[in-house]
């Protein structure tokens, strides 16, 4: 596809990144003369109205929201059948391979981006929106260090759109996903306030306070164990901070900040102790580095397999729902996956609705957009990923 020229307008110069739903180009707009980054919808999922009416309320939502600190929306389309959305390509890299080049950040550095996520966040929730899978590589840093909020595709405004999504539903990456979203309850703003909990426990650790080998596995975590101790995995950190991160991460989210303008505002008042600077003017002051080789290659842990998959495909949305349901209601913990029952039980089959990657080291480069191949029962066609040491 790199360029090949979308609407008449979009010329595809290189891809960003792909997921399991759509995949991200960097383009040239012809009629402006600028930069773009084009997001296209996967052709296996064009057919599909369900997904095709998500991708356009990603277009309609994110256009409304105008904040210095969210990805701008300049477009949205079709061509040849090919849902696509145009937005304001940022040149720098995201949180993800920040904390993959320096490890765990000064606390300081980590608490001004975690404010500036949370003050977009905060805003979007003003205007009805929730964002659902807020995870580092979705906060991106420009050149300047300033944080960009993006991917708001599978958000959902509240107290609407309620029949696209139906409870019971999970959608999220594990790695960042609620109790509530686990066990495939409703969301609310509160989602959002455990997501960026956990983002900010691995900007502040250099980890993820719940690994896993799989998505059902990290998920029954989220639901079933408590957080580790923040001040065990970074004993400099403030006791103040690894208060408000534990309160962001409360099974319940009744028990969490009131909204995420609450916790962003004990962010500051975390920040404030640390003195120096002001709460109320926080600035990504460091400036980000453009990343020098893809993601994956600087993890010392993943290697490059061709012709292996990994150990458990995701089956997506209702497939994966069942699965975490199904465990809670035989009061499964998801720790000792051997002793499950077996034969003689009696069920309802769960039918696909699509397979998608799992990407525990959160690198993006799973190819997603091939894994429909593991499954279609055509052994011409086939999927590669990565496969990572123990």
Same mark, same amino acid.
């Given at each position: 596809?790199?360029?090949?020229?979308?609407?008449?307008?979009?010329?595809?110069?290189?891809?960003?990144?792909?997921?399991?739903?759509?995949? !991200?180009?960097?383009?040239?707009?012809?009629?402006?003369?600028?930069?773009?980054?084009l997001k296209i919808l996967?052709?296996?999922?064009?057919?599909?109205?369900?997904? @095709?009416?998500?991708?356009?309320?990603?277009?309609?939502?994110?256009?409304?929201?105008?904040? /210095?600190?969210? @990805?701008? @929306?300049?477009?949205?389309?079709?061509?040849?059948?090919?849902?696509?959305?145009?937005?304001?390509? @940022?040149?720098?890299?995201?949180?993800?391979?920040?904390?993959?080049?320096?490890?765990?950040?000064?606390?300081?550095?980590?608490?001004?981006?975690?404010?500036?996520?949370?003050?977009?966040?905060?805003?979007?929730?003003?205007?009805?929106?929730?964002?659902?899978?807020?995870? /580092?590589?979705?906060?991106?840093?420009?050149?300047?260090?300033?944080?960009?909020?993006?991917?708001?595709?599978?958000?959902?405004?509240?107290?609407?759109?309620?029949? !696209?999504?139906?409870?019971?539903? !999970?959608?999220?990456?594990?790695?960042?996903?609620?109790?509530?979203?686990?066990?495939?309850? /409703?969301?609310? *703003?509160?989602?959002?306030?455990?997501?960026?909990?956990?983002?900010?426990?691995?900007?502040?650790?250099?980890?993820?306070?719940? *690994?896993?080998?799989?998505?059902?596995?990290?998920?029954?975590?989220?639901?079933?164990?408590?957080?580790?101790?923040?001040?065990?995995?970074? *004993?400099?950190?403030?006791?103040?901070?690894?208060?408000?991160?534990?309160?962001?991460?409360?099974?319940? /989210?009744?028990?969490?900040?009131?909204?995420?303008?609450?916790?962003?505002?004990?962010?500051?008042?975390?920040?404030?102790?640390?003195?120096?600077?002001?709460?109320?003017?926080?600035?990504?002051?460091?400036?980000?580095?453009?990343?020098?080789?893809?993601?994956?290659?600087?993890?010392?842990?993943?290697?490059?397999?061709?012709?292996?998959?990994?150990?458990?495909?995701?089956?997506?949305?209702?497939?994966?729902?069942?699965? !975490?349901?199904?465990?809670?209601?035989?009061?499964?913990?998801?720790?000792?996956?051997?002793?499950?029952?077996?034969?003689?039980?009696?069920?309802?089959?769960?039918?696909?609705?699509?397979?998608?990657?799992? #990407?525990?080291?959160?690198?993006?480069?799973?190819?997603?957009?091939t894994a429909p191949a593991?499954? #279609?029962?055509?052994?011409?066609?086939?999927?590669?990923?990565?496969?990572?040491?123990?």
């Amino acid at each position: 596809m790199i360029g090949e020229v979308i609407a008449g307008r979009y010329e595809l110069e290189a891809l960003v990144g792909s997921g399991g739903m759509s995949s !991200v180009y960097r383009a040239h707009d012809r009629l402006l003369d600028r930069r773009v980054a084009l997001k296209i919808l996967h052709e296996h999922y064009s057919n599909d109205e369900e997904y @095709v009416e998500r991708f356009r309320r990603e277009a309609r939502a994110v256009a409304q929201l105008s904040h /210095p600190h969210i @990805v701008t @929306v300049i477009d949205r389309g079709a061509d040849d059948g090919r849902q696509f959305i145009v937005f304001e390509y @940022v040149e720098g890299e995201n949180l993800k391979q920040l904390v993959e080049r320096h490890g765990q950040l000064p606390v300081r550095r980590a608490l001004e981006l975690a404010i500036a996520v949370a003050d977009a966040l905060a805003f979007a929730h003003a205007h009805g929106l929730v964002h659902r899978d807020v995870k /580092p590589q979705n906060v991106l840093l420009d050149v300047e260090g300033e944080v960009k909020v993006t991917d708001f595709g599978i958000a959902r405004s509240l107290g609407v759109d309620r029949g !696209v999504t139906q409870t019971g539903t !999970v959608l999220g990456t594990s790695t960042y996903i609620s109790p509530e979203q686990a066990g495939g309850k /409703p969301v609310t *703003p509160a989602t959002d306030v455990y997501a960026l909990g956990v983002v900010l426990w691995e900007l502040v650790t250099g980890e993820v306070p719940f *690994p896993g080998d799989n998505f059902v596995a990290v998920a029954l975590r989220h639901i079933n164990e408590p957080p580790p101790s923040l001040l065990a995995a970074r *004993p400099d950190a403030p006791p103040r901070l690894a208060a408000a991160i534990e309160r962001a991460l409360a099974k319940d /989210p009744a028990r969490r900040f009131r909204s995420m303008k609450d916790f962003a505002a004990e962010l500051r008042a975390c920040l404030a102790e640390l003195g120096g600077g002001d709460p109320e003017q926080t600035l990504v002051s460091m400036p980000a580095a453009a990343p020098k080789a893809p993601a994956r290659t600087m993890r010392r842990r993943a290697r490059r397999s061709r012709g292996r998959l990994l150990a458990a495909a995701v089956v997506a949305v209702a497939a994966v729902a069942a699965v !975490v349901a199904g465990v809670l209601a035989l009061g499964g913990s998801g720790t000792s996956p051997g002793h499950g029952t077996s034969g003689g039980g009696t069920g309802t089959p769960v039918a696909l609705r699509g397979v998608g990657d799992y #990407d525990p080291q959160g690198s993006g480069g799973e190819h997603g957009e091939t894994a429909p191949a593991a499954t #279609d029962g055509d052994p011409a066609t086939s999927w590669y990923t990565e496969t990572y040491a123990s």
